[in-house]
């Protein structure tokens, strides 16, 4: 763990998430002054992690093996749906020459094994997700170190995720101006996480 000054010690708490919310907020705090009157103006930046999250390598590469994923998946069930198809095809066919109770029963268990299939088809693209969710959120601790390392760097007291800096700015607790470190951070995890594997099946579930 980055070791830091008495004045810049900044512990953080956030976490990486791709798909649907990308990467939620990473906030530093700095350690309560012995006295408030003695504590110069806070240094403070900010991180866009939208922009993060749609820029930077590992989460476009982590997007592609998901989509990647999902696209073999939806291959490997194309024949169960094909059948199905097939079978209620058949079953418009054969509807004029079968007794009402006889199509009936068809229609029935027709219709379960759809829904089963659709179930199925759904649950294994919430899986696929699930792993993709899971590989996002072991990158956690390369974001939390890259932060600290520039925040250290920067000598910050203070970094805040763009949308919530720019409601303490509205809400005047805050004066506008604040640095953006987004570009910095990006520039880091690019070099240091460019790639991540998709965990195996059953991953992150």
Request: proline fraction near 4%; avoid cysteine; aromatic fraction near 4%.
């Given at each position: 763990?980055?070791?830091?000054?008495?004045?810049?010690?900044?512990?953080?708490?956030?976490?990486?998430k791709?798909?649907?919310?990308?990467?939620?907020?990473?906030?530093?705090t700095?350690?309560?002054?012995?006295?408030?009157?003695?504590?110069?103006?806070?240094?403070?930046?900010?991180?866009d992690?939208?922009?993060?999250?749609?820029?930077?390598l590992?989460?476009?590469d982590?997007?592609?093996?998901?989509?990647?994923?999902?696209?073999?998946?939806?291959?490997?069930?194309?024949?169960?749906f094909?059948?199905?198809?097939?079978?209620?095809?058949?079953?418009?066919?054969?509807?004029?020459?079968?007794?009402?109770?006889?199509?009936?029963?068809?229609?029935?268990?027709?219709?379960q094994?759809?829904?089963?299939a659709?179930?199925?088809?759904?649950?294994?693209?919430?899986?696929?997700?699930?792993?993709?969710q899971?590989?996002m959120?072991?990158?956690?601790?390369?974001?939390?170190?890259?932060i600290?390392?520039?925040?250290?760097g920067?000598?910050?007291?203070?970094?805040?995720?763009?949308?919530?800096?720019?409601?303490l700015?509205?809400?005047?607790?805050?004066?506008?101006?604040?640095?953006?470190?987004?570009?910095?951070?990006?520039?880091?995890?690019?070099a240091?996480?460019?790639?991540?594997d998709?965990?195996?099946?059953?991953?992150g579930?």
């Amino acid at each position: 763990m980055t070791s830091f000054t008495a004045r810049s010690r900044l512990p953080i708490d956030g976490a990486m998430k791709t798909l649907v919310s990308a990467f939620l907020l990473v906030i530093l705090t700095i350690a309560a002054p012995a006295s408030a009157q003695t504590l110069p103006p806070p240094k403070i930046a900010v991180i866009d992690l939208d922009v993060l999250s749609q820029k930077s390598l590992v989460t476009r590469d982590l997007d592609a093996k998901v989509e990647a994923a999902k696209a073999t998946f939806n291959q490997n069930t194309k024949f169960k749906f094909e059948t199905l198809q097939e079978e209620l095809r058949a079953l418009r066919v054969d509807s004029a020459n079968l007794s009402a109770e006889e199509r009936g029963k068809r229609q029935t268990s027709l219709e379960q094994r759809i829904t089963e299939a659709a179930e199925e088809q759904k649950a294994g693209i919430q899986a696929i997700e699930a792993r993709g969710q899971a590989a996002m959120e072991s990158l956690q601790p390369k974001l939390q170190a890259i932060i600290k390392r520039v925040a250290e760097g920067l000598t910050l007291d203070l970094v805040l995720e763009r949308k919530t800096y720019d409601g303490l700015v509205a809400d005047k607790l805050a004066a506008p101006g604040a640095n953006d470190v987004t570009t910095l951070v990006q520039a880091f995890l690019d070099a240091e996480v460019p790639t991540v594997d998709l965990p195996a099946q059953g991953a992150g579930q």
